[in-house]
Nanobody, 116 residues
Framework: VQLQASGGGLVQSGGSLRLSCATSGIDFSVNDMSWYRQAPGKQRELVASITSGGSTNYADSVKGRFTISRDNAKNAVYLQMNSLKSEDTAVYYC???????????WGQGTQVTVSS
């Protein structure tokens, strides 16, 4: 199983980035997918999630700015991040869950740094 996150980088405040998480070794279409982030000295927190059926959920801090989407044909999940703020600086991780969360796979993180 592999979850490969990419798309992070350094961006100015107000800018945009699009994260991608390419997966292999899982039945992607039945997995609920999420993006988490972890800032230095803070706990990992949920940013956005999308179920296998396409329902989405967002942290209040990113509502209206971030959009999660998935492409079952490409076995990938995306996070479009707009109007980025310095407080969005963190390592972003993707998570695949199935069987009600009993099976979970994490991807490696991708660093997002927003300069003010």
């Amino acid at each position: 199983v592999q979850l490969q996150a990419s798309g992070g980088g350094l961006v100015q405040s107000g800018g945009s980035l699009r994260l991608s998480c390419a997966t292999s070794g899982i039945d992607f279409s039945v997995n609920d997918m999420s993006w988490y982030r972890q800032a230095p000295g803070k706990q990992r927190e949920l940013v956005a999630s999308i179920t296998s059926g396409g329902s989405t959920n967002y942290a209040d801090s990113v509502k209206g700015r971030f959009t999660i989407s998935r492409d079952n044909a490409k076995n990938a999940v995306y996070l479009q991040m707009n109007s980025l703020k310095s407080e969005d600086t963190a390592v972003y991780y993707c998570l695949a869950e199935s069987f009600g969360g009993q099976i979970r796979y994490w991807g490696q993180g991708t660093q997002v740094t927003v300069s003010s």
